[in-house]
């Protein structure tokens, strides 16, 4: 699989209920990213966890980081409408020059009233 | 500080006709990152520039596609010659000097009928 590979591809859940998605990835890394996109539009970044970090959270985000096991799981919870688009994870491996991101390539989450 | 700046947000052009796309950084960045999102899935990495300088070409066809980004100015991305596989969103990305979070721009939707 690709770097930066999330699963599931598309999950369908109602309003209220919590979201998880997973990511793997093969390399090492600096950090981990989670970003969002709604249909049609442009990225934005949710949540940077760094290789050394475990854990985070931004107010309904959950993120957390398994150097060992190469993945990462996002948690949405109390979810909501607006929540309705789809998320990407994205690595910085070590190496790179720059800040190169390499994403997966989705979780396509719809969030239902 | 305005954000990620991409024009033209869509653009149509014929096969064998030129495409030019630009991004304007955010104010005080200096390293812009050119990506490609075909429909359902990631983005992928095509190159990284420093204010007149190519850092990593490693993600852009060899053939037909040129980066640059000027001293003054945005950053360019050209597609000479388009064919209809070349249709995508392309999404720029700004960051600073030594920073590791990007910031996103709209993109552009090309589309070549």
């Known amino acids: 699989s690709q770097q930066g590979e999330e699963d599931p591809q598309a999950l369908s859940i109602q309003e209220g209920e919590n979201a998880t998605m997973n990511c793997s990835y093969k390399?090492?890394?600096?950090?981990l990213q989670w970003y969002r996109q709604n249909s049609g539009r442009g990225l934005v970044h949710l949540i940077l966890?760094?290789?050394?970090?475990r854990e985070k959270h931004s107010g309904r985000l959950r993120v957390t980081l398994d150097t060992s096991k190469k993945s990462s799981s996002l948690l949405i919870t109390a979810s909501r409408a607006a929540d309705t688009a789809s998320y990407f994870c994205?690595?910085?491996?070590?190496?790179?020059?720059?800040?190169?991101?390499?994403f997966g390539g989705g979780t396509r989450l719809m969030v239902k009233p | 500080n305005a954000g990620v700046m991409q024009n033209p947000r869509h653009l149509v052009r014929r096969r064998g006709q030129e495409a030019r796309l630009r991004c304007s950084p955010m104010?005080?960045?200096?390293?812009v990152y050119w990506y490609r999102q075909l429909p359902e899935e990631g983005l992928k990495f095509m190159v990284y520039l420093q204010k007149e300088n190519i850092i990593d070409e490693s993600g852009m066809p060899k053939e037909r596609f040129s980066a640059e980004f000027p001293k003054e100015g945005p950053s360019i991305l050209r597609i000479q010659q388009v064919v209809r596989g070349d249709s995508a969103a392309y999404f720029c990305?700004?960051?600073?000097?030594?920073?590791?979070?990007?910031?996103f721009g709209q993109g552009t939707r090309l589309t070549v009928v």
């Open positions: 994205a690595t910085d491996a070590k190496g790179n020059a720059g800040n190169m991101l390499t």
């Open positions: 990305a700004s960051s600073q000097s030594g920073k590791v979070e990007a910031f």
């Open positions: 390399t090492s890394i600096n950090n």
């Open positions: 966890i760094r290789s050394n970090e």
């Open positions: 104010k005080g960045h200096s390293h």
